[in-house]
């Protein structure tokens, strides 16, 4: 993402999406990016990770003697280079006596659809034997292990390979998440294995409502608190995690104790994706960038983190390629019939599903008198509108529109603001 002058123009460059979108410079405010730590050097980074893991023993010392171990990685949404991880930690498992079949591999799908043969092979990467690798299905009972109950009320059911495996490691990446506070750590048992009751329970819209369910909380975050208890009852042994950069390459590497490793990974994250503003923009242009601009679901996490960044009345312009289109068609069920923000938000709580949690942080920020323009070329300007958006045939066009509701206004350019940790004190100033 760039800006350069051009005369009296401002021109922002989008490589990824392929993106170019001018406007006056006298509108222009600022371009916001992250600058990120020097890459890992792999695959040091891992060997070191595993070899001196944090509050645990090393893997290898680990892993022997162990009957059936499960491998949980997570699917093609959430943009993890497993293929640079995995080989060696199965190669790792051989060295340990590990007998192949003993190993399977469980694509944490959450409620996604399965990762697809092409998919699966390019996550796994250039393995040394064959291992079995299976796609959770949250749907099929048959394939879930019913476990009880957390004290918030939430029944647990796992998938039942996780949970008859004497060893469970997890492969994910750690990035603020919009309710859980951080994704990794416990993410990959819930929601990534756990069926489809557990995980509309713990993201019903009275956990996702409380102040603490947001974005870089997590003490006192009930989702958070939730997620941990399930995956303490499970038991996840030794987690993977990667930090990534805005183009997906691996910052770092922390691995061990689900909860150690993840909280030293969160500590790592602040250090740099932490972002001051002093004012709220009138408008904002931001994309999800990869692996979110996959569907329209992922990519209303760009909308959604921007919540406290929009003056009042103002304007998101949101583009994003979706090459998978919707993602779910569940998030426009609450809008039928509805003429208001409160009217979605009863419907969504008198028959709540689990992909709809994206539609009431999206009415957070409607709820604001915030206006969201937007543009993709796999998505219906119909199906912008079915959820009180406005459509554009081009971000430009989109940006056009906004600048046309208010000329003076002052335009932020905000990719992935999901990666990021606005301070919201200075901006409230």
Not at 240 to 259: H, K, P, R, S
Not at 311 to 324: E, K, Q, R
Request: glycine share 8%; proline share 7%.
């Amino acid at each position: 993402y760039s800006v350069q002058e051009s005369g009296q123009q401002i021109v922002y460059r989008d490589d990824t999406e392929g993106q170019v979108i001018t406007l006056p410079r006298e509108n222009f405010a600022e371009l916001i990016t992250i600058e990120d730590p020097a890459m890992a050097q792999m695959p040091e980074a891992l060997i070191s990770a595993l070899e001196k893991p944090i509050g645990s023993a090393p893997l290898a010392e680990l892993v022997r003697g162990r009957k059936k171990i499960a491998i949980i990685i997570p699917d093609a949404t959430r943009g993890v280079p497993v293929g640079q991880i995995l080989p060696h930690v199965i190669e790792l498992l051989l060295g340990e006596g590990i007998d192949p079949a003993a190993i399977t591999i469980v694509v944490a799908t959450g409620v996604h659809r399965g990762a697809t043969p092409e998919e699966i092979e390019e996550l796994l990467g250039p393995l040394p034997v064959e291992i079995k690798t299976i796609n959770h299905d949250a749907f099929n009972r048959e394939e879930l292990v019913t476990l009880g109950t957390t004290k918030r009320g939430t029944p647990i059911e796992i998938n039942k390979t996780v949970y008859e495996s004497d060893f469970r490691i997890a492969i994910g990446k750690v990035e603020p998440h919009e309710f859980a506070g951080f994704s990794g750590g416990r993410k990959a048992i819930m929601p990534g294995v756990s069926g489809e009751p557990s995980i509309e329970t713990n993201h019903r819209p009275e956990m996702i409502l409380i102040p603490e369910s947001t974005a870089g909380i997590l003490e006192g975050n009930p989702i958070s608190d939730d997620m941990i208890e399930i995956a303490r009852m499970v038991g996840l042994d030794f987690i993977i995690n990667t930090v990534q950069g805005a183009t997906g390459e691996i910052l770092q590497i922390f691995a061990g104790d689900m909860e150690e490793a993840h909280q030293r990974a969160v500590e790592y994250i602040r250090a740099f994706c932490q972002i001051d503003l002093q004012h709220k923009a009138d408008i904002v242009v931001t994309t999800p960038g990869k692996p979110l601009n996959i569907d329209l679901y992922q990519s209303l996490k760009a909308v959604i983190a921007l919540e406290h960044v929009i003056a009042p009345g103002g304007t998101i312009v949101l583009y994003s390629a979706c090459p998978d289109g919707l993602g779910t068609t569940d998030m426009f069920k609450p809008y039928e019939g509805a003429k208001t923000i409160d009217d979605v938000i009863t419907n969504l709580k008198a028959s709540y599903k689990i992909q709809m949690d994206h539609s009431l942080l999206v009415c957070k920020v409607l709820a604001h008198g915030i206006h969201v323009i937007a543009h993709s070329p796999r998505v219906p300007a119909e199906k912008f509108t079915a959820i009180m958006f406005e459509s554009a045939s081009s971000p430009q066009e989109a940006l056009e529109k906004a600048l046309a509701r208010k000329k003076d206004a002052k335009v932020l350019f905000y990719p992935q603001p999901q990666r990021t940790l606005p301070n919201v004190l200075a901006i409230d100033k």
